[in-house]
């Protein structure tokens, strides 16, 4: 019986102990690593399965800003959201972790406070000398960032991606950039997002920059972006920066709709891409 049965048909006093010996087990096995995120090389843009929590997140490109994985809090509200909207399977967990994102870390605001700012004010109000300030900024964590609407693709990323591996999904946490193309205007920026493993391809799925859902024009709920990889396209994609264009969607009335001359495109391992929609793509390094 995996995780997910596991959750679904236990008791309620239960639960809590599955789930806790479900995250040491991961964390035992996992694969070691000290930091990922925009770090100035390219080592580590990639980290397949749970990520330990002693790891600490770059969250930005520039200045030493990162926080650890050890907040485990979400992974035992995922197990009572399983069961509160009866997650039967991989398909429904990978496409309901969105609605949870949104709920754990709340929806971003416009305007918000920079995850900076919160993690400083968390560190001046808990300590009195500049020691005790600098000592504090380590111990922050990505729990500190629940509820503030602040939370962008490196903390969403990251937490799909121990949901992900906890409950047995072949998942990637990936650190690159995307692109999205309308008409003749071109945005690029830096990105992170998950590669999941199906049953006989891949998917890149972006919980940061979802497609949204409209019944009888109104918008009804949020889906995470999927972007199918054949096997040979994620071998290329994940080990050679290859770039990966995809059309734009979203669902009018339960029906996928593609988005006329609206693409988003994908990399991994650089920060940055040029992208000609009547050209092939490339990239900066």
């Keep these: ?7 679904r048909n236990c008791n309620n006093d239960e639960l809590e102990g599955i789930i806790r010996d479900a995250i040491n087990d991961k964390n035992e096995n996992s694969n070691k690593i000290e930091k ?35 907040t485990t809090d979400f992974l035992y509200e995922f ?55 600098f000592e504090a900024l380590e111990n922050n964590q990505i729990g500190d960032l629940k509820g503030c609407g602040v939370a962008l693709c490196t903390e969403r990323s990251a937490v799909a991606q121990q949901i992900l591996s906890l409950y047995g999904v072949e998942s990637y946490y990936s650190i690159g950039s995307i692109l999205q193309s309308n008409n ?22 972006d919980y940061s920059m979802p497609v949204t859902s409209y019944k009888k024009g109104h918008v009804s709920a949020y889906y995470p972006f999927v972007g199918t990889l054949t096997n040979e396209e994620f071998e290329e994609f994940i080990n050679h920066q290859s770039v990966k264009t995809f059309d734009e969607y979203n669902f009018l009335d339960g029906e996928k709709n593609k988005i006329d001359n609206k693409k988003r495109c994908y990399v991994v391992g650089t920060f940055d891409i040029k992208k000609d929609i009547n050209k092939d793509s490339t990239f900066n390094k």
């Design 36 to 70: 990922l995120g925009f770090l100035n090389n390219k080592t580590n843009y990639k980290f397949f399965g749970f990520i330990p929590l002693d790891t600490r997140i770059k969250y930005s490109s520039m200045g030493v800003e990162d926080y650890s994985m050890k």
């Design 184 to 205: 003749d205007n071109d945005h690029s920026q830096a990105h992170c997002f998950n590669i999941v493993k199906r049953k006989n391809d891949y998917a890149i799925v």
């Design 79 to 133: 197990g009572d959201f399983i069961r509160k909207y009866d997650v039967s399977n991989k398909a429904m967990l990978i496409h309901s972790l969105e609605t949870f994102i949104n709920k754990y870390f709340g929806i971003v605001k416009s305007s918000r406070d920079e995850r900076s700012s919160i993690f400083n004010d968390i560190a001046w109000k808990s300590t009195k000398t500049d020691d005790e300030y």
């Design 1 to 7: 019986m995996d995780l997910l049965e596991k959750v």
